[in-house]
């Protein structure tokens, strides 16, 4: 594991980059935080010395387009479109039903919505 504040210098010198990179890629301030965290926790956690100023830097371009790709990919296969909270997004839909109390949904009068009830009420 590495020190503070080897750390803190790692993030003075490729925060911008990775930073950078992220928002080329996501387009979300909110997503490009998440991501900067995670890069600079896998920096903080990764134990092999680099051969060179050159093999860091490139270890930290390698690590922040994966970490967005894969953010990317888990959109695409999970259903959740960016700019949605991950873990409440997409939970009903999965098995084809609405919320209870929403229109058409399991706590509508009848299973019907609104738009398909019968004129006069029932």
């Known amino acids: 594991m590495r ?17 950078r990179l992220c928002m080329i890629h996501l387009k ?7 991501i900067f965290q995670t890069v600079f926790l896998k920096y903080l956690l990764h134990d092999k010395p680099f051969e060179s100023g050159e093999h860091e830097k490139a270890w930290f371009i390698r690590v922040t387009l994966n970490a967005c790709k894969d ?3 888990s959109f695409f296969q999970g259903g959740v479109r960016p700019g949605l909270e991950r873990g409440r997004a ?3 839909r999965q098995s084809g039903a609405e ?3 929403l229109p058409g949904g399991p706590g509508a009068a009848g299973g019907q919505s609104e738009h398909c009830r019968p004129a006069g009420g029932g």
């Open 3 to 19: 020190s503070e504040e080897e750390t803190n210098q790692a993030v003075e010198r490729y925060g911008d980059t990775v930073r």
């Open 28 to 34: 979300n301030e909110a997503d490009t935080q998440d």
């Open 71 to 73: 953010l990317l990919r």
């Open 90 to 92: 997409g939970a009903g």
């Open 99 to 101: 919320p209870a109390g």
